[in-house]
């Protein structure tokens, strides 16, 4: 599983609180006990108002690089603040997000067209969030048409199928389902990914409900996932998973995770 590391993000309260104070401490802390967690990437989104979002991320990125050498997923909805970002990110990570809205495509594509960035691309476009499969691999057909005009190539793409909250869904996540699956079927290298715990919004013991969820998921193809890496109980699911879907030789990542302390937590209540 690719490891998206959320919890740098000015969307939580307490990351808020530290970014308006320049609490440099609680953010390292952060970036590194996450990137211990074997994150993938770490996520920063500052979260701040457009007229001062360059300047906060350009210090949150500093501190972050500074914390640890896993790579950063530059997290911000404004594609032009994104691109303008990338020359102040010491080694190529995910730029996150683009999506079939207005021109963030014709904005980031060609920013990273001859680079070894990778990109989160949403299932959205100006007609808002799709309602149907059909219409959100539509979308999808919409993007993989740039990519290909801009020589990016599907394992450098990461695609969000848009999961929604579980408690206003009529189908669960069977949409979601078919999505994944098609997608994989057509283009087997490029990653699934998505916001874990965004399906359990507004449900009582949220937790469970993201485990059956990633469970589900990473039957169907998902590869790559937004989540907090410092949740044990989750992220030994997810090794589990792995293991019972033949993607872990001999059970070797799962068992390291086990030695190093990763996962370990989980069996303390045992």
Same mark, same amino acid.
């Not at 730029?95 to 067209?113: R, T, Y």
């Not at 399906?199 to 990473?218: C, D, E, T």
């Given at each position: 599983?690719? !490891?998206?590391?959320?919890?740098i993000? @000015?969307?939580?309260?307490?990351?808020?609180?530290?970014?308006?104070?320049k609490?440099?401490?609680?953010?390292?802390?952060?970036?590194?006990?996450?990137?211990? +967690?074997?994150?993938?990437?770490?996520?920063?989104?500052?979260?701040?108002?457009?007229?001062?979002?360059?300047?906060t991320?350009?210090?949150?990125?500093?501190?972050?690089q500074?914390?640890?050498?896993?790579?950063?997923?530059?997290?911000?909805?404004? +594609?032009?603040?994104?691109?303008?970002?990338?020359?102040?990110?010491?080694?190529?990570?995910?730029? &996150?997000?683009?999506?079939?809205?207005?021109?963030?495509?014709?904005?980031?594509f060609?920013?990273?067209?001859?680079?070894?960035?990778?990109?989160?691309?949403?299932?959205?476009?100006?007609?808002?969030?799709?309602?149907?499969?059909?219409?959100?691999?539509?979308?999808f057909?919409?993007?993989?048409?740039?990519?290909?005009?801009? @020589?990016?190539?599907?394992?450098? !793409?990461?695609?969000?199928?848009?999961?929604?909250?579980?408690?206003?869904?009529?189908?669960?996540?069977?949409?979601?389902?078919?999505?994944?699956?098609?997608?994989?079927?057509?283009?087997p290298?490029?990653? !699934?990914?998505?916001?874990?715990? &965004?399906?359990?919004?507004?449900?009582?013991?949220?937790?469970?409900?993201?485990?059956g969820?990633?469970?589900?998921?990473?039957?169907? @193809?998902?590869?790559?996932?937004?989540?907090?890496?410092?949740d044990?109980?989750?992220?030994?699911?997810?090794?589990?998973?792995?293991?019972?879907?033949?993607?872990d030789?001999?059970?070797?990542?799962? !068992?390291?995770?086990?030695?190093e302390?990763?996962?370990?937590?989980? &069996?303390?209540?045992?």
């Amino acid at each position: 599983m690719i !490891i998206i590391a959320e919890k740098i993000n @000015g969307s939580i309260p307490s990351v808020a609180k530290a970014i308006s104070e320049k609490d440099e401490a609680f953010l390292r802390d952060l970036a590194v006990r996450q990137s211990e +967690a074997g994150a993938t990437y770490i996520d920063v989104c500052s979260s701040v108002a457009p007229e001062v979002e360059f300047d906060t991320m350009r210090w949150m990125l500093d501190l972050v690089q500074d914390a640890t050498d896993t790579p950063i997923s530059v997290d911000s909805p404004n +594609a032009e603040c994104l691109v303008q970002l990338l020359p102040y990110v010491k080694k190529p990570g995910l730029v &996150n997000s683009v999506s079939g809205e207005g021109n963030k495509i014709d904005l980031v594509f060609p920013a990273i067209a001859d680079t070894k960035w990778e990109v989160m691309a949403l299932l959205s476009d100006d007609t808002g969030i799709p309602k149907s499969a059909a219409d959100r691999l539509r979308v999808f057909d919409n993007i993989m048409a740039a990519a290909e005009k801009y @020589g990016i190539a599907p394992n450098r !793409i990461h695609i969000d199928p848009l999961v929604e909250m579980l408690c206003t869904s009529e189908d669960g996540i069977a949409m979601v389902i078919e999505v994944i699956t098609s997608i994989k079927k057509r283009y087997p290298t490029i990653h !699934i990914s998505g916001a874990v715990s &965004n399906i359990s919004f507004n449900l009582p013991a949220r937790k469970l409900v993201n485990i059956g969820f990633v469970v589900l998921a990473m039957n169907a @193809g998902m590869d790559s996932a937004i989540f907090d890496p410092l949740d044990k109980q989750l992220l030994g699911v997810i090794y589990a998973t792995e293991a019972l879907l033949g993607m872990d030789d001999f059970c070797m990542e799962y !068992i390291t995770a086990f030695r190093e302390e990763r996962i370990a937590a989980v &069996n303390k209540k045992k």
